[in-house]
């Protein structure tokens, strides 16, 4: 009878694990700062007023709204779903806004709350939806995307609502040369990093992107996880609202038309994966940047405008080949390795 | 060994020195083995004695690494399961693999529609009436335009035999197809096999349903460990000898050695726990220190069990009491962090890890909560790290940093971390599910010893599910065996060291067969 009472030895020395945070996916960002840097460098040849402190602020403020409106795409995407009423949310909080300060004629201190709350309930309605009937993201999302363009054009009749002059303080004026947007959406852009990296509630949305039944069987109370998702989706959705009323200086109620198929562009050009799971801050950054410099560098060379949708989806379908291919050149070598 | 030579149209399908191996594992071993027209040869052995890969390898899914197969006296070779199909040998495999949306007779005539279809339009009628001799044949009395989403498993086991008929396969290998019918469509299903016997098709019939077996078969081939232990006619097969050689080892049939239950310390008490389709009526006791072996073939009920004692499905009825309180578990995270009862899952690639995180991840996940500061909810990156270096180096998991993804892992060190991260987390109950399904031989003899230290050494009380009997007998103090969703016999006192591993193999065995 064979006994042994103590724990069996480790076979090799435990190797070096001083390089065990988890940090960006390395190769992807460092390709995307190159690929920034060659458009940044590219345009500021071929265009005279590239460089002009003028340009640097619209395009920071272009960037922090692609961003802004990425992210609200990305925590979605992070825990598996996705919310396609991304723009629809943030019309409908234009209109809800509009509404708040030009009929009912409060201040801002109310109006922006309101308008807030309302991304929340929207996205609440989302998560709700999804987690307790168990219905696909896409065809909840895909169906109030629908119901919330319908109200708002029936509420708001198309025209735009007048907001206060002041209000366009946070959407119209710079500090040291960068759009006041910018350094907001940087911040919650750190702030988000934060919580994926380090904080319990982060970490738990990677762990139910990456493996919803395996979450589960931790312990992981997955739809609560799912839901805040869309709560916090629904909520930068309605931000992007607010601060985009305030760069026009009126609330148009097509604000978020054109959101959509940007906050998946970033999205995935910036690395977070459709299968969820994975998300790079880093990335989102550096996505919202190429992604602005591209559609400006497209005016520069005067591209014809009406093509550009076809600029945007090429682009978005290059950026998933190249992940696919990075995959599977990384399984043969792992099979290779393994053989 | 002449069969194979002999130019005929009617010779058996035969193999020779059929072997195939995959990374780590011989999963077939110099397998041969005649199958004869007009018999039902039935494919026995545990899980994972390589019976699916002899399968395969005959359909031609897989190729084998050496050996050479004939049929009819023609050498045999297919590299895909068209070519097996294209020969007249079909597989109706365990999951039902049915067109749902579409109608039985298409699902009949899937790979001959262009056969009915003149100019590429569906003659309809035609394909209906095609498709009716075959549901005749199989005793499929429906209209055949019904959809097939509808029909219960027994339909759909028919149409995939009523499909292989249509194939004019002459070989027809049946994988476990007892498993989702009930005993009357069981019945059915044997009158047919024995019809399609007479008509002089060649039955490869795999289960490891000992009374179906002895029902239909006329004879039985078993295997274990990937070799083939023999072939005998059923007529001269006792029933315990065949158990004996479907479960008999070798190797490893020692105790890993005592374990000490603190016979008065009952940590959990499971009193009737009944889940309509899960579990029924289970009751029985755990003790500190204890390896209380669940036993049972899959489908007996016992990860269905483990599921809802940890919340994951709620009991209809009965009672859980942890250290004597009566515990309310209605989800994972109470059976966890209120009762510190861990689950290490059976399926750790779907179920248990996190494939495209780090090693650090997949460890620490749920101590995240006890390392975050109060205020700023950070989680300390430094106790990570150095929780997760710890449990490294217990478990000795071969990675090359914490940082490496868990899909980079081998088999073993997954598993190592599947149950590491229990241990960080304290458990003190801890239910482990089949935990070294597809590891090699060496990181299962670590897995074993690891187990076997938290017992003895560490005193947690552990439930180890295993299908496999060797490792249930080496590890466990007690032996619970299930069948039909049921407890049905217990094996207690293994640590008393007059019985031979023998004797214990043969008690389950009783068990076994008095209900099959």
């Known amino acids: ?25 390395g190769g992807r960002a460092l390709g995307l700062l190159i690929g920034t840097a060659v458009l940044f460098g590219g345009i500021a040849l071929v265009s005279d007023t590239f460089l002009k402190p003028y340009t640097m602020f619209i395009l920071t403020r272009q960037i922090a709204f692609s961003i802004l409106i990425a992210l609200s795409q990305a925590v979605c995407l992070v825990v598996g779903g996705m919310n396609l009423s991304v723009g629809a949310i943030g019309s409908m909080a234009t209109v809800i806004l ?28 989302n998560g709700l939806i999804i987690t307790r009937l168990k219905i696909n993201s896409f065809i909840v999302t895909l169906s109030l995307m629908f119901v919330y363009m319908g109200l708002r054009s029936g509420i708001s009749g198309g025209s735009p609502y007048t907001i206060p002059e002041d209000f366009g303080f946070i959407g119209q004026s710079a500090i040291l040369g960068i759009s ?18 380090y904080t319990v509630f982060g970490r738990h949305m990677l762990a139910t992107g990456g493996n919803e039944n395996a979450a589960r069987l931790c312990g992981i109370a997955t739809d609560a996880v799912v839901f805040r998702a869309h709560v916090i989706s629904g909520l930068l959705a309605a931000l992007a609202a607010v601060l985009w009323a305030s760069m026009i200086g009126s609330c148009a109620p097509e604000t978020g038309d054109s959101w959509l198929i940007g906050s998946f562009a970033v999205s995935i050009i910036g690395g977070t994966g459709l299968n969820g799971g994975v998300i790079s801050i880093a990335g989102i950054f550096l996505g919202g940047a190429i992604f602005v410099l591209i559609n400006y560098g497209l005016i520069e060379i005067k591209a014809n405008p009406y093509f550009a949708n076809s600029f945007l989806g090429a682009l978005i379908l290059l950026a998933i080949v190249l992940d696919r291919v990075r995959e599977i050149v990384g399984e043969g070598k792992r ?4 053989a | 060994m002449s069969a194979s030579e002999q130019k005929s149209t009617t010779g058996p399908l035969a193999l020779r020195g059929i072997t195939k191996s995959f990374p780590g594992v011989r999963a077939v071993d110099n397998v041969s083995v005649d199958f004869y027209p007009g018999k039902i040869h039935a494919l026995m052995g545990e899980n994972g004695a390589g019976k699916s890969t002899v399968m395969k390898i005959i359909t031609g899914i897989y190729q084998p690494d050496s050996g050479e197969m004939s049929f009819h006296g023609e050498r045999l070779a297919p590299r895909s399961y068209r070519e097996s199909l294209a020969m007249g040998i079909d597989i109706v495999h365990q999951e039902i693999q049915v067109v749902p949306e579409a109608s039985v007779a298409e699902n009949i005539m899937l790979d ?4 009915v279809s003149p100019g590429g339009r569906v003659n309809w009628r035609r394909l209906y009436e095609e498709a009716s001799v075959f549901m005749q044949e199989v005793g499929l009395h429906l209209p055949p335009s019904t959809v097939v989403r509808q029909l219960s498993a027994a339909y759909k086991q028919l149409i995939q035999i009523a ?18 019918l009930s005993l009357s469509e069981s019945d059915n299903l044997f009158n047919l096999l024995d019809g399609l016997k007479q008509r002089g098709v060649t039955v490869i019939y795999v289960s490891h349903k000992i009374e179906e077996v002895y029902r239909i078969a006329d004879s039985i081939s078993v295997m274990r460990d990937g070799k083939l232990i023999g072939t005998r006619p059923r007529a001269e097969l006792e029933r315990n000898e065949l158990v004996r050689m479907m479960i008999g080892r070798d190797l490893r049939e020692q105790r890993i050695g005592s374990t000490k239950v603190s016979e008065s310390k009952v940590v959990l008490k499971v009193e009737a726990l009944s889940k309509a389709g899960k579990c029924t009526d289970i009751s029985f006791e755990l003790r500190e220190g204890e390896i209380l072996g669940f036993y049972g073939l899959i489908g007996a009920g016992r990860t269905e069990f483990a599921r809802v004692l940890i919340g994951e499905d709620q009991a209809d009825s009965g009672s859980v009491y942890v250290n004597g309180q009566k515990a309310t578990i209605r989800r994972v995270s109470d059976a966890l962090f209120r009762y510190k009862i861990g689950y290490v899952t059976e399926n750790r690639k779907e179920e248990g890890l996190f494939l495209g995180e780090s090693v650090l991840t997949n460890l620490t996940l749920l101590v995240w909560k006890r390392m975050r500061h109060p205020l700023t909810r950070y989680i300390s990156r430094k106790k990570e790290e150095v929780a997760a270096r710890k449990m ?12 490496d993804l868990a899909a980079n892992l081998s088999g073993g060190n997954q598993q190592k971390i599947s149950i590491g991260r229990w241990l960080l987390a304290d458990c003190d109950i801890l239910i482990i599910d089949e935990p070294t399904v597809g590891v090699d031989v060496g990181a299962k003899e670590q897995i074993h010893q690891l187990i076997w230290n938290l017992a003895r050494l560490e005193r947690k009380a552990i439930i180890l599910i295993s299908s496999e009997m060797a490792e249930i007998i080496r590890l466990s103090s007690r032996i619970l065996v299930f069948a039909n969703q049921q407890i049905i016999g217990e094996v207690g006192r293994l640590d008393d060291e007059e019985r031979s591993y023998a004797k214990v193999r043969d008690e389950i065995g009783n068990l076994l067969s008095a209900i099959h």
């Open chain 1, 1 to 25: 009878m064979q006994k042994t009472e103590l724990p069996p030895k480790p076979i090799e020395p435990v190797p070096d694990f001083s390089k065990a945070s988890r940090g960006f996916r």
């Open chain 1, 98 to 125: 509009g509404l708040c300060f030009q009929e009912l004629k409060l201040n801002a201190w109310e109006a922006v709350p309101i308008t807030l709350l309302f991304g929340v309930v929207s996205g609440a309605i």
């Open chain 1, 180 to 197: 006041w947007v910018f350094v907001l959406v940087c911040f919650i852009l750190l702030a988000t990093g934060y919580m994926f990296s």
């Open chain 1, 335 to 338: 099979l290779g390795r393994s």
């Open chain 2, 112 to 115: 001959k529609l262009s056969l």
């Open chain 2, 163 to 180: 499909r292989a008929l249509a194939a004019r396969a002459t070989v027809i290998l049946l994988d476990e197809p007892t498993s989702s």
């Open chain 2, 392 to 403: 490294v180096s217990e478990l000795s998991v071969r990675a090359r940093s914490l940082a």
